[in-house]
């Protein structure tokens, strides 16, 4: 009898470890340490595409999403075929332009020194943990740069 005991114990214990690790995720809006200054300077450290990027952040890094502009995308699928409708021209056309905006994102802000710029009119974080901020890099607004190259969605 005790044995069974000592194992439902042991069972026990187990299982609320399973279950906690289980609950914990790699999303960055669990840390209390979310950024919400109103004006963060800090250096572009990674480009996912012409409209994200990454920074660290006391020493995590977060993912911004450029507000005011869409680039396009750069793999095909439902999201680019709705980009290119939008703007009137071809998947593949689009796709190029995507691609580009991305190239463009690498030479403008990649190992630059950037100024986000929180907007109290947008939420700080987005549903995919990304910041989102207006970018400002040497003295421009990323996004007007964006547009003004033709590598953003019409709105």
Do not use: H
């Not at 480009?47 to 095909?76: F, P």
């Not at 709705?82 to 021209?89: C, D, F, T």
């Amino acid at each position: 009898m005790m044995e069974r005991n000592i194992i439902i114990v042991i069972l026990v214990f187990i299982a609320i470890i399973l279950f906690n690790s289980c609950n914990e995720t790699e999303n960055p809006t669990n840390n209390t340490n979310i950024p919400t200054e109103p004006i963060l300077i800090t250096t572009v450290i990674e480009i996912t595409d012409g409209d994200t990027y990454s920074i660290y952040y006391k020493n995590q890094k977060w993912k911004v999403r450029v507000l005011k502009v869409d680039a396009y995308e750069t793999t095909k699928g439902t999201r680019l075929t709705e980009q290119a409708r939008k703007a009137g021209i071809s998947i593949d056309s689009a796709l190029s332009l995507g691609l580009k905006a991305k190239t463009f994102a690498k030479i403008t802000l990649l190992n630059k020194k950037a100024e986000l710029r929180r907007d109290n009119s947008e939420p700080n974080i987005d549903s995919y943990g990304r910041l989102l901020r207006i970018t400002i890099i040497d003295g421009m607004r990323y996004d007007s740069l964006l547009k003004a190259n033709g590598l953003a969605v019409p709105e």
